[in-house]
């Protein structure tokens, strides 16, 4: 069982910057692939973006935030991080992290997903 707990959420003028965090209870984090999902009110989940177990060094990112996200990890710390830049009020959602045991699934979809935090709000004002 993997516990995941995401902050750094919050407000935010249009073309500033968070970065949220995502803290994860397993023994061996570096086994699962991380990724960053939202979902703004009235509309489903969707993928934000992804990365590789072990030592992270593949990347995936959905196409309205490629050039702004950016997706790391720090194994030492069970520690997955989600650097925003340029937001936009398109961005404000719940941001939630998940987790799955290495290649298990598909990066980009929820189902590959096992563990799932519980969120964090982002709000981007215009």
């Known amino acids: 069982q993997v516990q995941l707990v995401e902050s750094g959420g919050g407000l935010v003028q249009a073309g500033g910057s968070l970065r949220l965090s995502c803290v994860a209870s397993a023994r061996t984090f570096s086994n699962y692939a991380m990724g960053w999902f939202r979902q703004a009110p009235g509309k489903e989940r969707e993928f934000v973006a992804a990365i590789s177990w072990n030592s992270g060094g593949s990347t995936y990112y959905a196409d309205p935030v490629k050039g702004r996200f950016t997706i790391s990890r720090d194994n030492a710390k069970n520690t997955a991080y989600l650097q925003m830049n340029s937001l936009k009020p398109d961005d404000t959602a719940i941001y939630f992290c998940?987790?799955?045991?290495?290649?298990?699934?598909?990066?980009?979809?929820?189902?590959?997903?096992?563990?799932w935090g519980q969120g964090t709000q982002v709000t981007v004002s215009p």
């Open positions: 998940a987790a799955r045991f290495r290649v298990s699934g598909s990066a980009y979809y929820s189902t590959s997903y096992a563990y």
